[in-house]
């Protein structure tokens, strides 16, 4: 919702039909200008190039998808499967592919942590953002 008021286009892809978030954000987001919401997509490879990063999905007949980066939130249960393993390692630092939260923390979920480990996982994009500059 933040980025879509900076102006910002977003693409919400989400494994279900449905969205399995609150109500509230959820009709938010379905009248926030700038953001699509594109159900029914399993992402299984993220490629980037020299500008951008494409996301591959299961069902071949969608059509990949270009954007200039990725945020991945995966639910309160992580499911992080379908990645590579190298990617959870953040072995590949020049790959704007940013962890936050659960995914990285595991079972400690706590207010303080999740807040603290939000403002690092910003802190690196916009340090990545500045790098290509």
Excluded: W
């Excluded at 449905?18 to 992402?43: C, H, V, Y």
């Excluded at 951008?52 to 059509?63: E, L, M, T, W």
């Excluded at 979920?109 to 953002?129: N, S, W």
């Amino acid at each position: 919702l933040s980025l879509a008021e900076s102006g910002i286009g977003v693409k919400l892809i989400m494994r279900s039909d449905r969205p399995r978030a609150l109500k509230k954000l959820e009709a938010e987001a379905q009248r926030t200008p700038g953001i699509a919401i594109i159900s029914q997509a399993e992402p299984i490879q993220f490629l980037k190039d020299s500008a951008s990063v494409c996301i591959h999905f299961r069902d071949s007949s969608q059509s990949p998808l270009r954007c200039d980066f990725v945020l991945v939130a995966i639910g309160r249960r992580p499911n992080v499967d379908f990645l590579a393993p190298e990617l959870m390692k953040r072995s590949y630092p020049d790959l704007p592919l940013f962890f936050a939260g659960d995914v990285v923390n595991g079972s400690f979920r706590q207010v303080g942590i999740a807040v603290g480990d939000g403002l690092r996982c910003a802190m690196q994009v916009v340090q990545f953002l500045l790098e290509l500059e």
